[in-house]
């Protein structure tokens, strides 16, 4: 039986993303939109800021999520979703704003996080504790970058 969420302890705090993850329909979907202030925040700094961030909250999404999945006693639980957070942060890397980058780098996102083809599901079924839920969306979300990027280059996609 998985023990409750405190939002008071903070890597529960963010490893819920912001309370976002305890939604009570799809909150892996509704956290990815937790990312959207640091996606703000980021976008017009340098490219090797941006990914600099992306590393900072991705390891600290180690601690944050592992602890929180320890604290519920249930690993991956879906109301945690900082995972979900650093890969639409990382889907957006470099990426002029607009609602349809927004929009797309989402989708792309969520597809590759729901469907985890290849090497995101190895990922996700051989790794445990905050590696185990970080490192395929971490993965997902280079995925939706690359496609992202291509759509952008290719002119498929206006930025």
């Given at each position: 039986m998985a023990k409750q969420f405190n939002l008071k302890r903070p890597h529960q705090f963010f490893g819920l993303g912001f309370g976002l993850g305890l939604s009570p329909v799809a909150p892996g979907t509704v956290g990815t939109f937790a990312a959207l202030p640091f996606i703000f925040i980021t976008y017009s700094y340098p490219l090797w800021l941006q990914c600099v961030f992306a590393i900072v909250i991705s390891v600290f999404g180690l601690w944050a999520c592992g602890q929180t999945a320890k604290d519920v006693q249930v690993h991956d639980h879906p109301?945690?979703?900082?995972?979900?957070?650093?890969?639409?942060?990382?889907?957006?890397?470099?990426?002029?704003?607009?609602?349809?980058?927004?929009?797309?780098?989402?989708?792309?996102?969520?597809?590759?996080?729901?469907?985890?083809p290849g090497p995101i599901k190895l990922l996700d079924k051989r790794l445990k504790g905050g590696w185990g839920i970080m490192a395929d969306d971490i993965l997902a979300g280079v995925f939706s970058l690359i496609c992202l990027q291509a759509l952008l280059k290719t002119g498929v996609l206006a930025g």
């Open positions: 109301a945690i979703v900082w995972d979900e957070v650093a890969g639409f942060y990382i889907t957006m890397l470099g990426a002029a704003l607009s609602w349809q980058t927004l929009l797309a780098g989402f989708l792309l996102f969520r597809f590759f996080d729901i469907v985890k």
